[in-house]
């Protein structure tokens, strides 16, 4: 499986006015990320909210791209820790 390094990435609402959340490529340790989470930004929570899922982007009319998290690997996915809001 390939190893990714813990970047974490934004999740912004459809029309960018608002976060939605966080994700980094890989599966990561949850205490790890949640912690860098809060490092990075103003944001508090625990590692309870953190999940590890399967996520496919794809581009949106606006010119960003559309997170689409998946239960199983399809192709163009990839493994990824997110936490929602």
Do not use: Q, W
């Amino acid at each position: 499986m390939k190893e990714y390094p813990l970047e974490i990435e934004t999740i912004i609402e459809f029309e960018g006015f608002s976060v939605m959340g966080y994700y980094s490529k890989g599966h990561h340790n949850k205490e790890l990320f949640i912690n860098e989470v809060m490092k990075d930004y103003e944001y508090k929570s625990d590692k309870e909210k953190v999940i590890h899922t399967n996520i496919k982007l794809s581009p949106n009319p606006e010119g960003g791209m559309m997170i689409n998290c998946r239960k199983n690997i399809c192709k163009g996915s990839f493994i990824a820790t997110v936490i929602e809001f």
